[in-house]
């Protein structure tokens, strides 16, 4: 069978109320382990005293025998010790002076005579018999018989060997780890509703953020933080790129409805034309003439129907064509110029306003552009278009262009003049809307769509350059007429 | 009857303008911004402006709302290419009589255009009947007393703008204005010999008929009743009459 573990995403509460949970499990089987230790360490030292004390007072039972020879006797007569105690005494001959009556106990336990221990202190060891554990203490004294005589009287050596259950020493010990086991378990268990409490309240700056921020919607953009998320140093970077974000999420909603609406009303406009131009020409019979030069009104309103269409339709694609993965395109913007200087030769020549542009490298070389040539062909006729639709018959149209090789990133400026009747300074911050009409002769009367420039600065942005214009609208001036001046940044 | 239009769609105006006036018949002028439009209609001779809403200068909304403030009554009729109830509940409380969506019926403009114009002097059924005359509007034909009057265009176009206003003097300037646009000579000349061919139709529909048009020397014509005013059978029977507002 396959297991597949899915790592499901948990509230940050959670995940901190584990974690402070986790630390504190961790600490708790801390103490526990450390007690432990500390608990044994000293409830033993504690009982080896006493053991050293108990085996110290066999010794000192260890009497002189009443016998002839200077030997020594244990005598037990006086001897107080707990009776599940275990000892037994030897000599240093590994003669046995005696032994508690229950050191059957531990038969199994090889007590080597009266061996002397390896510390001059004792040895303590353990051993467990019959169920039961003992910890055995071994201890040398000497014991002398009859000092006053001659010679200093005779040293014994004296080995006893004491044992002592070590079972209640343990069950004190486990009882203490007990409680501090239980007492922790039981902190564990209060503290953790305790954290999910103080983090529900110490999240609720967040909660009302978010709470705030899933009731913007398209129809109510409003949204307000709250105070405790502006002051909150965790939350302001967030409240304020959502406020940042909202404002811009507006703003271009705004603009595409905004579009959407003009684009509308243009259509509808055109489709009413159309219409009323049909109806017209059905109202009453008509002689075939009439017929004819109704006809013709009707496709010349379809044409126009047609381009707009066209330019509503090139002003999206300049505006969503997106330039990321795309391969670095390079087009020749003198070459683009004389295309377009050519396709719109007939207009200028109807119009009589001849195109001036003269190439600024030698020997036709390319200067290359950092867009699309396709885009950089629309660019070039849009303005040439624009500035031949406003100029009086008999002026000029200038195309310059100039190249500044020397600073990061390299730009082109392009220049398209007319010495038309320039626009008005109020006008002049809108021309670039889509569909503006601030002064009907310029668009209406010529056969534009209003998209033209829009669709310039659409295609300009998309390259990542600038478009500025400025006119000169009093005709008491010699500059009289409009200059429009696009930056656009050289193929590398 | 003479319209404004101001639009700014010079194609729709030139349809309009064409259809208004080969339909029935009304002298028209065109206004293409709102400013120019407000200079336009600030002459009274206008009796219905027909008003696009998105125009350049001065939107359409803003040139009703100057309209209006000046106590100007003359009927409105929108044109708008905008969705939605809100700004057509905005625009009729503005002051718009009427208001059509683009794009829009060439038939029904011209039908709503004839209703508010008609609704404008008071009259609320298309046929007009008084003084023993009946004038239908739509067909653009005349009788009196049951006997059809065949009259030229111009000469109907008077009698229409007469007979809404009944026991007024109507001035040849008036006359002019609201018959004419600005394309033509303004000759009064003209008006009187129109008014002359007029007033010998109707009169030789009816045998020995009072004269129904009276010239008030230096000061115009008036439509006369035949018969003194207490006699008068419209104004006997005010349910069958098509004048609703008060008799100026």
Not at chain 1, 18 to 24: D, P
Not at chain 1, 477 to 483: E, K, L, M, Y
Not at chain 2, 69 to 87: F, H, W, Y
């Amino acid at each position: 069978m396959k297991l597949s573990i899915k790592i499901q995403p948990r509230s940050i509460a959670f995940r901190l109320i584990v974690a402070v949970l986790s630390v504190e499990l961790l600490s708790s089987i801390l103490v526990v382990v450390l007690s432990y230790g500390y608990e044994r360490h000293i409830h033993f030292h504690a009982f080896d005293v006493m053991l050293h004390g108990r085996a110290d007072s066999i010794l000192g039972a260890v009497q002189d025998a009443d016998d002839p020879g200077d030997n020594v006797i244990l005598d037990q007569a006086d001897l107080h010790v707990p009776p599940e105690d275990i000892y037994e005494v030897w000599d240093e001959n590994g003669r046995l002076l005696g032994r508690s009556a229950n050191w059957q106990d531990a038969p199994d336990w090889k007590t080597d005579g009266g061996a002397p221990p390896s510390h001059p202190w004792g040895d303590y060891s353990i051993v467990s018999t019959n169920g039961h554990h003992y910890r055995m203490l071994r201890i040398q004294g000497s014991r002398t018989i009859d000092p006053n005589e001659k010679g200093g009287g005779k040293v014994h050596r004296v080995t006893a060997i004491y044992g002592s259950q070590t079972g209640h020493v343990w069950h004190i010990i486990h009882q203490a780890v007990q409680f501090y086991a239980i007492g922790s378990l039981a902190l564990l268990l209060i503290t953790g509703p305790l954290i999910a409490w103080l983090l529900h309240r110490g999240l609720l700056p967040l909660r009302q953020l978010a709470a705030l921020a899933s009731q913007v919607s398209v129809d109510s953009w409003q949204f307000s933080p709250p105070v405790s998320a502006r002051t909150t140093p965790e939350l302001a970077p967030l409240t304020h790129a959502i406020e940042a974000v909202l404002q811009r999420l507006e703003r271009s909603f705004t603009q595409q409805k905004t579009f959407v609406s003009d684009a509308a009303h243009e259509l509808k406009t055109a489709v009413a034309v159309q219409k009323s131009s049909l109806q017209l020409l059905n109202m009453k019979r008509r002689t075939a003439q009439e017929y004819q030069a109704g006809l013709e009104r009707c496709l010349a309103d379809a044409l126009r129907l047609e381009s707009l269409v066209a330019d509503m339709l090139t002003l999206a694609r300049a505006e969503t064509a997106s330039p990321i993965g795309e391969a670095p395109s390079a087009a020749d913007l003198n070459d683009c110029i004389y295309q377009a200087v050519s396709q719109l030769e007939t207009i200028a020549a109807l119009r009589n306003v001849p195109v001036a542009f003269t190439d600024p490298l030698p020997d036709a070389a390319p200067l290359h552009v950092a867009m699309p040539a396709e885009d950089c062909r629309l660019l070039v006729s849009n303005l040439l278009l624009n500035a031949l639709q406003h100029s009086p018959p008999a002026s000029t149209v200038a195309i310059r262009v100039t190249w500044e090789p020397d600073i990061n990133p390299p730009v082109a400026d392009l220049v398209v003049q007319d010495h038309g009747d320039g626009i008005p300074a109020e006008a002049l911050p809108h021309v670039f809307d889509r569909f503006y009409r601030g002064d009907p002769s310029r668009t209406r009367n010529t056969g534009g769509t209003g998209l033209g420039l829009a669709i310039c600065k659409a295609i300009v942005q998309q390259a990542r350059g600038g478009i500025r214009i400025a006119s000169q609208p009093d005709p008491a001036q010699p500059d009289q007429g409009t200059t429009v001046t696009v930056r656009l940044p050289l193929a590398t | 009857m003479r319209v404004l239009i101001v639009e700014d769609e010079v194609r729709l105006a030139e349809n309009l303008a064409t259809a208004l006036r080969d339909g029935p018949g009304f002298a028209v002028d065109w206004a293409e911004d709102g400013l120019a439009g407000d200079e336009f209609a600030a002459n009274p001779c206008y009796d219905l402006i027909i008003l696009d809403l998105m125009l350049p200068k001065l939107d359409g909304l803003g040139l009703l709302k100057r309209l209006r403030a000046r106590r100007d009554a003359t009927p409105v009729l929108i044109l708008t290419a905008k969705d939605g109830a809100d700004s057509i509940i905005q625009l009729l409380n503005a002051g718009a009589d009427d208001y059509l969506a683009k794009p829009f019926d060439l038939g029904e403009l011209i039908a709503r255009a004839k209703a508010l114009i008609r609704r404008g002097k008071g009259a609320a059924h298309p046929t007009l009947n008084t003084l023993g005359m009946e004038v239908n509007t739509l067909e653009q034909t005349v009788r009196r007393n049951g006997v059809f009057v065949d009259l030229s265009p111009t000469e109907y176009r008077i009698l229409e703008y007469l007979i809404h206003r009944p026991r007024v003097i109507v001035s040849k300037r008036e006359l002019l204005e609201h018959l004419y646009d600005y394309n033509w000579e303004h000759h009064s000349n003209v008006i009187e010999a129109h008014v002359s061919n007029l007033r010998k139709k109707l009169d030789a529909a009816v045998p020995e008929a009072e004269p129904i048009i009276e010239t008030m020397r230096g000061r115009g014509y008036r439509l006369a009743p035949t018969f003194p005013p207490e006699l008068d059978p419209a104004a006997e029977d005010p349910a069958i009459s098509p004048f609703t507002g008060p008799s100026e």
